[in-house]
């Protein structure tokens, strides 16, 4: 082999690993877009069961209403949650957090208002409050499942920031670690709808 071949194959060598690396990065940037933009639409998700059971509470309390003047506190606390919650679904610089520590008060009010329902027999046989609870018990599910889809991606993606080598590529980047729905031990609970 002369020193031109030997040449011609290290630069060959050098071409390939070059390629190879630029392939890489291609992939691993593409691979962080991607859970970002699912992280994203999880997000989408969660918010928009939030802003259904946000639009089902006035009807809710309303009916409340009707059958317990005199509880006036617990429908309070769930207008004031709902106001809470909405007021957070507006802000664009609210933080997943703070998102859901308003949506845990919702969450902690509608149970609260859920325990005050069962102490009126007639409000437990109206037809209209118990199309509405099936509504919320049904809503509270989908939020539940939108979550946990939400939360493991975010659980993809951080790992993925975090992990060697794609890590290199997302502090070029400047990838950011998405935040977790969190949600307190009292709002884990489905609110139980007896009828």
């Known amino acids: 082999m ?47 069961q939030l802003k259904q059971r946000a639009d089902l509470i006035p009807n809710l309390v309303e009916t409340v209403k009707g059958y317990a003047t005199h509880e006036s506190e617990v429908l309070t606390q769930v207008t004031v949650a709902r106001a809470g919650a909405v007021r ?51 809503l509270e599910q989908k939020i539940a499942y939108a979550r946990q889809f939400y939360n493991d991606v975010v659980m993809k993606y951080n790992t993925m920031i975090e992990t060697v080598p794609s890590n290199i590529i997302a502090g070029m980047f400047h ?3 998405a935040q977790y729905f969190e949600v307190d031990e009292a709002s884990r609970a489905v609110p139980q709808v007896r009828f």
Not at 9 to 38: D, H, P
Not at 110 to 137: G, I, S, V, W
Request: aromatic letters at 6%; zero cysteines; charged letters at 10%.
């Open 88 to 138: 957070a679904a507006g802000d664009p610089g609210a933080t997943v957090a703070q998102r859901a520590a308003a949506e845990n008060q919702l969450t902690h009010a509608l149970m609260n208002l859920t325990a005050t329902a069962e102490a009126y027999p007639q409000l437990q046989a109206n037809r209209n409050f118990l199309d509405l609870q099936t509504q919320l018990k049904d």
């Open 175 to 177: 990838f950011i670690q």
């Open 2 to 48: 002369g020193t031109g071949t030997v040449l011609l194959i290290v630069v060959v060598v050098l071409l390939l690993i070059v390629v190879g690396l630029v392939v890489w990065a291609i992939s691993a940037y593409n691979g962080l877009v991607a859970l970002r933009n699912r992280v994203g639409n999880g997000w989408a998700q969660i918010d928009v």
